[in-house]
């Protein structure tokens, strides 16, 4: 899936010479939290998010520090975060550093560049020119579109349930294949066997519940303490592997 699948397009954007009053109302009525920055030509020079519009005089919100403190920092910084909490410009207060991606680049760069950076949307750029944006909306309505439906076969058998199941747990580089099996009966899938860490009983019922024509996954583990022999079995009694 690459950005141009998923992005909105085209884009609401403003420009350095947008108020902040007229941002906050774009904000508002269109239900967004950030906005491009576009110079004439079109290019994308800055963002302006709900982040940038926190730390305001008009809502006592500005940045406070003691007096004392306030010699130690620089004046420059001083003075950027006064221009930044009375600005009534965009170009005033937008976050100038532009993150992108084009529309070719695969959704899983995007969501690394968005989880690195963390950041909430990016821009799509082609030959200097905005394209459209991608914000985690848009790979929420990604996921709700790709969600796995129901397998249009009427009839899935048991042990093709069941076949699939090992053969994914094999494929996994945390699968425990050689001690848990699976038992299918109508559709109804029970874990039996061992693992060795208590967070793989979670990831095996996940596992089996992706699977077509499973109903219900019946968690039938016993969790043994890795070279101690110690075992806790699914209805949480517990004992050694001597005792059974």
Known sequence: MKASDIMTHPVLTVTPET???EVAELMIGHRISGLPVVDP???????VTEGDLLRRAETGTERRRARWL???????????EYAHANGRRVGEVMT???LSV?????VTDLIELMERR???RVPVIDRG???GIVSRANLVRALVGNLPRADSRSVITDDEIRDRILAEIAKQPWGPRASVDVRVENGIVELHGAVTDDRERPALRVLAENVPGVKEVRDCLAWVEPLSGFVVPADGSTGTVADR
Do not use: M, Y
């Not at 306030?70 to 950027?80: D, K, N, Q, V, Y």
């Not at 084009?102 to 695969?106: Q, Y």
């Open 70 to 80: 306030e010699f130690l920092i620089a004046p420059g910084r001083l003075a950027s």
């Open 96 to 98: 100038d550093t532009v």
């Open 102 to 106: 084009g529309p070719d680049d695969p």
């Open 41 to 47: 030509a079109g290019a994308v020079i800055g963002i």
């Open 19 to 21: 108020t902040v009053g």
């Open 118 to 120: 963390r950041i909430k």
């Open 129 to 131: 020119q905005l394209v």
